[in-house]
């Protein structure tokens, strides 16, 4: 099965960094999928994580320095996958999370396509 044998998804995006989450957008869009929601706030992350129309998201980890696990969390009772985002590589993610496909930062598209793939292949 390669990188991009699955459906498009519909994703929300949790990044404090505008300029970088307009970027992941563009990124996303040329990979054939829909960005539906953003959130730059873990309150505003919480509520999408709940309500939400989505099938994937990208969590930054460190979101205006606040960790995005209690969005993880939801995203996990909800059976929907995610993908952590960081510049620390896996050396961020505490006990139970450190299964989860992590995009390190700077990406490229392609690095972005391969850790969306391990995510919703579970």
């Keep these: 099965m390669g990188p991009t044998d699955y459906p498009a998804k519909r994703v929300l995006i949790v990044e404090d960094e505008v300029l970088i ?13 829909e960005v539906v929601a953003a959130a730059t706030r873990i ?8 309500e939400g ?18 969005v993880a969390d939801i995203l996990r009772q909800r059976g929907i996958p995610f993908a952590f985002a960081t510049g620390y590589g896996s050396e961020g993610l505490v006990d139970g999370y450190r299964d989860v496909p992590v995009l390190e930062k700077p990406y490229a598209p392609h690095d972005l396509e391969r850790t969306i793939a391990r995510a919703v292949r579970g």
């Design 21 to 33: 989450a307009m970027h992941l957008e563009d990124m996303l869009a040329s990979l054939g999928h």
């Design 43 to 50: 309150g505003n992350a919480i509520e999408l994580a709940r």
């Design 53 to 70: 129309d989505f099938d994937f998201a990208i969590l930054d980890l460190n979101v205006a320095g606040t960790k995005s696990f209690p």
